[in-house]
């Protein structure tokens, strides 16, 4: 599958409608967040939030739950909810360091839990096409990569067995 059709894939299997901002996401949008927090974000979570938006998905829990209950395969077990307003990132990345995360983390999307994914922070020339995407355990201040890509960790809840 093409990064477009793992995008829209996702969205369509797994996105709710939720409250998004009237002008949807704009790259300017994203240039604040990386002038705010010095860092690049990837082209691939670009590319997915300037054409779906910050998506909220519910859906992936309830499926990775009936997953399990039935022994088939699920991914890591790391469900991602809900993606975080660009104009809510920088604030998100001030609360979670006060509570002990990383300052090296930005977040992009939290779980149900309040646990967050994010990339690695840092400022980057060219832009990456993608990077690691990230976990922040809230409850033992731990990071761990869960994906090698932006476009694989989508992709993955896209395997969760029906």
Request: with cysteine.
């Amino acid at each position: 599958m093409t990064r477009s059709e793992i995008h829209a894939a996702f969205v369509s299997r797994f996105a709710s409608p939720r409250m998004t901002p009237a002008h949807g996401v704009t790259k300017r949008d994203l240039e604040a967040v990386e002038a705010a927090l010095r860092t690049t974000l990837p082209t691939s979570y670009v590319s997915f939030v300037t054409a779906h938006g910050p998506v909220f998905t519910p859906a992936i829990l309830h499926e990775l739950v009936a997953a399990r209950e039935a022994g088939r395969s699920a991914p890591s077990g790391f469900e991602v909810q809900e993606f975080i307003l660009p104009a809510e990132i920088a604030e998100a990345h001030r609360l979670y360091v006060s509570g002990g995360m990383d300052d090296s983390l930005v977040p992009f999307a939290t779980d149900a839990g309040g646990s967050v994914f994010g990339f690695q922070r840092g400022e980057r020339s060219p832009r990456p096409d993608d990077l690691p995407v990230l976990f922040f355990d809230h409850d033992f201040c731990e990071i761990d990569e869960v994906a090698d890509s932006f476009d694989a960790w989508l992709a993955g809840y896209l395997r969760i067995e029906e």
